[in-house]
């Protein structure tokens, strides 16, 4: 059976997410922040114990993580001021996409292990993922597809400007 053109929706920009998923090397939460290259690594701020970052794949515009700087793979290895400020920096960014995105709510998560989904293995990070009523439809669940309706540079322009006013 031949597919019409208009029955497919390309996203070239997942191959390099899949060709490399397993086969990494170093850690992107020690390696980005060390390179001194904030607004190519997409890196938005930088706290004491923790920065955020973009996510590269992004779920919905605005998907966010937030990372502490020491390579630790579990949260029970974190200083309690490393948990605190993860947490006051989550708030923060959930702050800033509020004034930009004007998100409904939010999803807020750790995927610690590859059992449990993690993509980066062995440094504990904080996914926040803003979402609106409606935001997952057939594309996420049947095509296995995101659609975001800007590009990450454009996400990170709104986001950097925003955050030092939540802080």
């Known amino acids: 059976m ?4 208009s029955e497919r929706l390309w996203a070239p920009w997942r191959l390099q997410y899949i060709q490399n998923a397993d ?3 170093g850690c992107i939460f ?3 922040p060390s390179e001194k290259r904030d ?7 930088r706290f004491e114990t ?6 590269l794949f992004p779920y919905v515009s605005g998907h966010l993580m937030v990372a502490p ?3 630790l793979g579990e949260l029970n290895e974190m200083t309690s001021e490393e948990k605190l400020e993860m947490i006051e920096a989550t708030d923060a960014c959930c702050r800033a996409l509020q004034a930009v995105y004007r998100p409904q709510g939010f999803n807020l998560g750790a995927n610690i292990g590859r059992s449990a989904g993690a993509g ?3 440094h504990v990070h904080m996914h926040i993922v803003p979402r609106w009523a409606g935001d997952t439809n057939f594309m996420s669940v049947v095509g296995q597809t995101r659609v975001l309706p800007e590009s990450l540079e ?3 322009d709104k986001l950097i400007e925003a955050l030092p006013n939540v802080l």
């Open 2 to 5: 031949m597919v019409a053109m």
């Open 23 to 25: 086969v990494a090397e």
């Open 30 to 32: 020690c390696d980005k």
């Open 39 to 45: 607004r190519e690594n997409l890196i938005l701020h």
């Open 50 to 55: 923790c920065f955020v970052i973009l996510n």
């Open 69 to 71: 700087f020491r390579h």
């Open 120 to 122: 980066i293995v062995g």
């Open 154 to 156: 454009d996400t990170y």
